[in-house]
C-alpha cells in the first residue's frame, strides 16, 4: 500500500496571510492529483501534476511536485476566506491499474476573517 | 443532471440491518469507484468499474459488502448486516477514462449512519 502523509493536519490562520501544505511518500507516484473539499460536498479536482519538479499556479494557489514524484506541496497566497475546507493530495501509483486513488487523510485548512 | 449523483444523502440504520446505495455516475463515464470516507479522513477505495466488469474490489473490508453496475451505468453499493464501524460517508465518482489517470468527478455522498 503506497501511503500519502499530510501535514499539518489542521491549519487555521488569518485572511491575508500565506500558508503551505505537504504531501509526502516513501513511493514514487506517476502523478498526483490535489483535491478540495468542503462539508457535506464530494471532493473536487484542483491539478493534476505529472512531471518531477512541475510547478503549476491556479489563481492563487502554487502546486509544485517533487523532483523524485514522491512529494508535493500547495501553496496559498494571502488566504481567503473561501479558500476554507479540506485539501486532499491523491497519488496515482507508478504501477497504474485499476485500483484507485491512494489519498492522503487531508488538510483541513480554516481562514478567519 | 450533469454531475455525479448519489442516494439516500443520508441513511440511519440500525445494527445488522442491510443498506443500498445508489450512484448515478455522468452519462458516458466509463470508469466507477466507490470510496469510504470515515469523519475527519480522507476518502479510502473499496471498489472499481470499468462499464459493467467490476475490475479491482479489494478495498472492500468484508464479505458483507457487495458492489454491482449491471448495465455500465448505475451502480449500487450493498452493505448487509451493517456494524457501527460502517458509519462513514460513501462516495461515488465516475470518469471518462479507464482506470485511475483522469479526472474523477465525485459526488455528494451517502452518510451512512448505523446506530
Known amino acids: 500500500t503506497q501511503l500519502l502523509e499530510q501535514s499539518p493536519q489542521f491549519l487555521s490562520i488569518q485572511e491575508g496571510e500565506n500558508l503551505t501544505v505537504y504531501c509526502n511518500s516513501s513511493s514514487v507516484f506517476s502523478s498526483l492529483q490535489w483535491y478540495r473539499q468542503e462539508p457535506g460536498e464530494g471532493p473536487v479536482l484542483l491539478v493534476t501534476v505529472v512531471t518531477g519538479g512541475e510547478v503549476k499556479k491556479l489563481k492563487r494557489l502554487t502546486f509544485q511536485f517533487g523532483d523524485a514524484r514522491k512529494d508535493s506541496s500547495l501553496h496559498i497566497t494571502a488566504a481567503q476566506p473561501g479558500d476554507t475546507g479540506l485539501y486532499l493530495c491523491?497519488?496515482?501509483?507508478?504501477?497504474?491499474?485499476?485500483?484507485?486513488?491512494?489519498f492522503g487523510k487531508g488538510t483541513h485548512l480554516i481562514i478567519q476573517p | 443532471g450533469a454531475g455525479v449523483s448519489q442516494s439516500p444523502r443520508y441513511k440511519v440504520a440500525k445494527r445488522g440491518q442491510d443498506v443500498a446505495l445508489r450512484c448515478d455516475p455522468i452519462s458516458g463515464h466509463v470508469s466507477l469507484f466507490w470510496y469510504q470516507q470515515a469523519l475527519g479522513q480522507g476518502p479510502e477505495f473499496l471498489t472499481y468499474f470499468q462499464n459493467e466488469a467490476q475490475l479491482d474490489k479489494s478495498g472492500l473490508p468484508s464479505d458483507r459488502f457487495f458492489a454491482e453496475r449491471p448495465e455500465g451505468s448505475v451502480s449500487t453499493l450493498k452493505i448487509q448486516r451493517t456494524q457501527q464501524e460502517d458509519s462513514a460517508v460513501y462516495l461515488c465518482a465516475s470518469s471518462f477514462l479507464t482506470g485511475n489517470t483522469g479526472e474523477l468527478f465525485f459526488g455528494e455522498g451517502s452518510r451512512l449512519t448505523v446506530l
Open positions: 491523491a497519488g496515482v501509483g507508478s504501477g497504474g491499474g485499476a485500483d484507485g486513488l491512494t
